[in-house]
């Protein structure tokens, strides 16, 4: 992938408050069933993803061992408030893999591809970020891969943790 490309990303920056969000998220959904919600803030000219914010599911999501909805009027709202906070904007979403490794899945790909194609998002890129189990060594271990997805790839590209937004770990709604 071409740094130049319209809509590249070369890496993620995910703040403390939004790893918290995720982490907790992923403890609470100890089930064995899928979980996940938006990312908020910005893309920047630079080819960086500035991931502010991470929505939880919201109570209306749907989770199953393989699939998950997120409640979109929760999201909505958080969309909403972190775009009054700061202007962040929804860039992609996150989501779980409890049984398979955290690479995007056929469900995923359409998802991604349905995103990109409706006229009213404009989306030109979307980040996902995948938290799910990474092949078996000595001890299973969970990994945490980001992906930038346009229309034409779908690209794996690294994630760095930055400083926090608020010291609170979530959005106030």
Do not use: K
Not at 10 to 15: A, G, I, K, S
Not at 23 to 36: F, L, M, N, P
Not at 44 to 57: E, L, M, Q
Not at 143 to 151: E, K, V
């Amino acid at each position: 992938m071409s740094y130049a490309e319209p809509g590249a990303i070369r890496n993620v920056q995910l703040t403390d408050c939004a790893a918290r969000t995720i982490a907790r998220e992923v403890d609470a959904a100890g089930d064995g069933r899928e979980t996940g919600g938006i990312l908020l803030g910005n893309i920047n000219a630079d080819g960086v993803a500035d991931v502010r914010y991470a929505g939880d599911p919201g109570p209306a999501a749907v989770r199953t061992q393989a699939f998950f909805l997120r409640d979109r009027a929760h999201a909505q709202r958080l969309a909403d408030t972190a775009f009054a906070t700061d202007g962040s904007i929804w860039i992609g979403e996150w989501h779980t893999h409890p049984s398979t490794e955290p690479v995007p899945s056929r469900t995923d790909v359409d998802t991604y591809l349905t995103l990109l194609t409706d006229p009213e998002l404009q989306f030109t890129v979307i980040v996902s970020i995948i938290i799910g189990s990474l092949p078996p060594r000595r001890t299973p271990e969970i990994g945490m891969i980001a992906w930038a997805c346009t229309l034409s790839s779908i690209t794996a590209i690294p994630i760095q943790l930055t400083d926090d937004v608020d010291g609170q770990g979530h959005l106030p709604i």
